[in-house]
């Protein structure tokens, strides 16, 4: 991998990038390109969906991840890209909760907008990993940016209201077993049955407890504890089947580290 710098050798590695403002996700690859000439980008994604099945193809030595990403955050991602030994940066905005959080020196952060000489600094700390092979630990980390970027009180969806020919219904959160995308709409099903909402999967996911929801596949987002079992065919092709329900839903190998280790 690489990056310029006096009496630095070069570095060879795979990157990746995820961020989903478009002017900020150019400007950072620009300043990448600038910083470390060396660093072959595999993957430049506009959202955490596909920073994850980008993780799960090229399996990168370092990605420079916004932190709250509509949807799959870049905390989810990260989860995968260390789960395969990769080094994690961060961009974020300025927040007390993430600066407090990276003084543990396990990841890097850089605040928004991005500044090419911080940049620099960052980019030398991770070569100077991969040329050790360090990897710190980070899953401690993530789960305390986790914690703390939880939506809570007005922030949780509690209920779903639906139209129904004339009326509305109204579904609450308990109920729900998963959510499923379907042409414009979005497919929320019980035990006892299923309703179309408008809602988009991204805008719904922001207001879901990511301790009891989890999104399996770039359309699905399934209740934990309405699991019943996972299994994988002769195809390699991976499958969820729950215990109130007799469908099979997917599950992509991009969201597979989920399982890992459970």
Do not use: N
Not at 77 to 89: E, F, H, I, P, T
Not at 240 to 254: D, F, G, H, T
């Amino acid at each position: 991998m690489g990056g310029q710098g006096s009496g630095e050798a070069a570095v060879r590695a795979a990157g990746l990038i995820a961020e989903d403002e478009a002017p900020q996700r150019r400007a950072l690859h620009e300043q990448l390109r600038q910083a470390w000439p060396e660093l072959e980008l595999v993957g430049v994604c506009e959202d955490g969906v596909a920073a994850l099945e980008a993780v799960e193809r090229h399996r990168p030595d370092v990605a420079f991840l916004d932190i709250r990403m509509p949807g799959v955050s870049g905390l989810e991602v990260a989860r995968a890209v260390a789960a395969q030994g990769g080094l994690v940066v961060f961009t974020t905005a300025y927040d007390d909760y993430a600066v407090r959080a990276f003084e543990t020196g396990a990841v890097d952060y850089l605040l928004k907008p991005v500044q090419p000489a911080r940049l620099e600094q960052a980019v030398a700390r991770v070569r100077g990993r991969l040329a050790q092979a360090f990897r710190p630990d980070v899953q401690a980390l993530i789960d305390d940016l986790e914690a703390r970027l939880r939506p809570r009180g007005e922030r949780l969806v509690r209920w779903i209201s639906a139209s129904v020919g004339d009326s509305v219904s109204m579904t609450g959160i308990d109920e729900v077993l998963y959510f499923q995308a379907q042409d414009k709409y979005l497919k929320v099903v019980t035990a006892d049955g299923e309703v179309l909402i408008r809602t988009p999967l991204k805008e719904l996911l922001a207001g879901l407890d990511p301790d009891e929801f989890w999104q399996v596949h770039r359309g699905v987002v399934v209740r934990v504890a309405a699991i019943e079992r996972l299994r994988r065919d002769e195809l390699g092709r991976t499958t969820i089947r729950l215990k109130q329900r007799p469908e099979v839903l997917p599950v992509s190998a991009a969201f597979l580290h989920r399982f890992r280790g459970m």
